[in-house]
Structure formats: structure tokens, C-alpha cells
């Protein structure tokens, strides 16, 4: 029933890092792409980080040069190395698999709280 996993999120300062985990059920070796969202309240989720098949990687404007998206295909895991976090960073983190379209392959799981304030 549980196809993925977030952890790592927690309470932070500004200026710190967090690393989140996304532990997935199967294989994610063959998968296109991996993404990390992001959603706070009132507002509409959005994405965060995109790694594909082949190394390439995509970050939303606001993280660039701050966010790290990595994957462990052995471990099924899927990282997220945040560093010099700010406020507006505050939300809930998800992980899934995007198939384009806005199709995901697998139904958002519970996400990991992310807040950041001093």
C-alpha cells in the first residue's frame, strides 16, 4: 500500500542544511525521471528538484545554487541535499516519480515537514 517514504524534514534555522530521503518500494532503476515538490499552506505544490534517467537535473528558480537532488539506485532512495535554507523554504516535501503531463506514477505519500525559522 506504502509505495515511498519521505524523511529528514524537521525544524531549522535559517542559513542551515537539511538532507531529506525518499525511500521507494521497487525498483526505481528504470524510471525516467524522480522529482522533489514542495507545497505550503495556501499555496499550490510545486516543483522543487527533477533528476532523469541519464544525470540530468532540473531546480525550480528559487533553489538554484542551494538544492541538490541525488538518487541511490541500489538503496531505491532518492535524496535532497538543502543547504542555506530560508523561510520561504517552510513547507511539506514530497517525492514521486512524474510522468509528465502532471501524471505521477505513484499517489503522494504523507511528505516531511520542512520549517525554517529562527
Known amino acids: 500500500q506504502v509505495q515511498l517514504v519521505e524523511s529528514g524534514g524537521g525544524l531549522v534555522q535559517p542559513g542551515g542544511s537539511l538532507r531529506l530521503s525518499c525511500v521507494f518500494s521497487e525498483s526505481i532503476f528504470s524510471f525516467n525521471a524522480l522529482g522533489w515538490y514542495r507545497q505550503a499552506p495556501g499555496k499550490e505544490r510545486e516543483l522543487v528538484a527533477a533528476?532523469?534517467?541519464?544525470?540530468?537535473?532540473t531546480y525550480g528558480d528559487s533553489v538554484k545554487g542551494r538544492f541538490t537532488i541525488s538518487r541511490d539506485n541500489l538503496k531505491k532512495t532518492v535524496y535532497l541535499q538543502m543547504n542555506n535554507l530560508k523561510p520561504e523554504d517552510t513547507a511539506v516535501y514530497y517525492c514521486n516519480a512524474p510522468l509528465g503531463g502532471l501524471r505521477y506514477r505513484y499517489d503522494w505519500g504523507q511528505g516531511t515537514q520542512v520549517t525554517v525559522s529562527s
Open positions: 533528476l532523469t534517467r541519464v544525470g540530468t537535473t
